[in-house]
């Protein structure tokens, strides 16, 4: 599929198609590195709905649709702490296009590969656009769907493999922002951080992103694991205390904890805060049967899709991000 064109994204079929391949960073267990670059592109092939599961608790403008963003909407999300794994605020970037060397400097890891950051679709910006001082701004061209022609992606490795680690980071969309049927956001994963519709076996990956779901903007974790449905992710909704949604032009703060199962039990958790508040708990999940991979990696990944064009936005939007944590506490 050409990058950013109009009607983008035919399925991927494995292989690394449309992604820019870099080196691992120095010092890198080689466990999950060929799969992970294997995975590049592969999310685009994900269909429509797949691999649902319940949860035990539970047009646009070239600015960005800045026009009633919300600063204070999100607070008691993630706050900058001393003993942070990591903390990217992007607020000592220059404002402009978002590289790659920056991505390494900022999250202390070079990404294996990337989608979007050669082609200009990842941005740091100032003024009203931003939560506050500078903040990340990613775009969705219109009539794509998919990540090799669309929004963002790229995994930076960890310092080592944790067994329980949380994340937060804040979120805001166009205030014309249009949900379409759904799109990625970034997670936690480990190993091969299996997508792109590889079931994981227990012995090589799993990952844990995020989706808005449906035109209304429904918050969901997306889970690769070995006992998924099928061979696609599944959902665990963000539903505890009724069904937690993205707002249009709003920042939100959304804080992910994974606990990593003992080999071949099933006691893995996923928990995640909207906000400050539980809003998904999901427990007994097995996502290995090994030691050899853990919590290895950030995923970050935003796109729209899906497989088809009708997950593709008729017109260009943006979403932006600010305040990434990475730690072994809480950060609600």
Not at 125 to 147: I, K, M, Q
Not at 162 to 180: G, T
Not at 196 to 210: A, E
Request: charged share 15%; with cysteine.
């Amino acid at each position: 599929m050409g990058g950013g064109s109009a009607g983008a994204a035919s399925a991927a079929s494995g292989g690394s198609a449309g992604a820019t391949t870099v080196n691992s960073h120095a010092g890198q267990a080689d466990t999950g590195v060929a799969g992970a670059q294997q995975q590049a592109g592969a999310a685009a092939t994900e269909p429509a709905g797949a691999g649902t599961s319940g949860s035990v608790a539970g047009g646009a403008s070239a600015s960005g649709g800045a026009t009633g963003a919300t600063a204070t909407a999100g607070a008691g999300g993630a706050q900058p702490v001393g003993d942070s794994i990591v903390n990217v605020t992007f607020d000592k970037l220059p404002l402009g296009k978002y590289s790659l060397a920056q991505v390494a400097s900022e999250w202390g890891g070079t990404p294996r590969w990337e989608n979007g950051l050669a082609d200009g679709r990842a941005d740091i910006v100032g003024g009203s656009d931003a939560y506050e001082g500078h903040s990340l701004r990613v775009t969705y061209p219109a009539n794509v769907f998919g990540p090799e022609g669309g929004g963002v992606q790229f995994i930076v490795p960890l310092p080592k493999s944790y067994s329980e680690l949380y994340c937060s980071y804040r979120v805001r969309f166009d205030a014309d922002f249009d949900f379409v049927k759904g799109g990625k956001l970034p997670g936690l994963s480990g190993g091969t951080s299996d997508t792109g519709g590889t079931k994981p076996n227990g012995t090589d990956g799993w990952s844990g992103r995020m989706m808005w779901r449906d035109a209304d903007g429904k918050a969901v974790q997306y889970v690769y694991y070995p006992d998924q449905a099928s061979d696609y992710a599944d959902d665990f909704p963000w539903t505890a205390n009724g069904q937690d949604r993205f707002g249009k032009g709003e920042w939100h703060t959304v804080e992910h904890h994974i606990v990593m199962n003992t080999p071949g039990n099933h006691d893995g958790l996923v928990e995640g805060y909207f906000d400050g508040k539980l809003a998904v708990q999901h427990g007994e999940l097995r996502f290995r049967d090994t030691l050899e991979f853990g919590i290895d990696d950030f995923y970050f990944s935003t796109f729209y899709g899906g497989s088809t064009q009708d997950w593709a936005p008729a017109a260009e939007h943006h979403a932006f991000f600010d305040d990434f944590v990475i730690a072994t506490h809480p950060l609600h």
